[in-house]
């Protein structure tokens, strides 16, 4: 995954032992949500989220993870919290299930008519993501590892939505640009976290991926399920936010005030 040079908050990570041990806090991978210049003029409120988002604690040093969670410790509950409670001018929550589908292109068209269009700078996507889009939230490891990309389709090889495309590196400044950063060319999730949407992780998927992992023999390190299901937790892309399952959290989500998009 290619670094972002214009991250500089860093993520702490807390760990989480088996049993639910004490959280022990250390710093991750720079976090995704650092203010951004490709955050609109006005964006007072998404810089004030994303800045929070920055600083809630990500546990990701799980030793087991049960099927059910019962309690707030065992998912990223500061962060989402956050996002339950943000009341910005627009909130879009979207259900997106398929990873060659077009999800990351509909999510980019809606933030820049909603931030360009219709004048909402403050803006807040939120993806909901399970199914096969689920895939996209792991480390290109963890896809070499366990042979994601036999999951994920003919069209990918390799998890290409967490590589940012040359057209990330065109001027924020001239919005318009055809094959510039706010463009079709620059689909891909680093980008639009660096502009603000969210991406939530499923539990539910996870140790239904674990299940299927087990079931094929993709196993190297014969763990559990309950250890298998955590250490794909571990090893989800910075920034993301583990939800206790999506489908649920959508739930929140609407009780909140978000619109559901799918």
Known sequence: ??????????????????GMAVLAGKHASASPHAE?????????????LNDKLANAPRRRDFATVP??????????????SEVIAYH??????WDNTEIGGPWLNLMRNALNTQVWSFKHPNSLIVSATHGTAHLALF????????DLASRAGDKFKTNTLIIEPAAAGADPADFDQADGVFSQHDNNILTLQRRGVVFLACHNAIWELADGL???GKNPDQLSHQALAAELTNHLIPGVIVTPGVVGTIAELQH?????TK
């Open 1 to 18: 995954m290619s670094e972002v040079n214009t991250r500089r908050t860093a993520l702490k990570n807390f760990g989480l032992a088996a």
């Open 36 to 48: 951004s210049q490709l955050l609109p003029s006005g964006a007072a409120d998404i810089r004030q």
């Open 67 to 80: 099927m059910i969670l019962e309690h707030p410790e065992q998912w990223d509950h500061e962060a989402l």
């Open 88 to 93: 910005g001018e627009r909130r879009q929550i």
């Open 139 to 146: 480390t290109q490891a963890t896809w070499d590892k366990y």
């Open 214 to 216: 087990l079931a094929e």
């Open 256 to 260: 909140a005030g978000f619109t559901y």
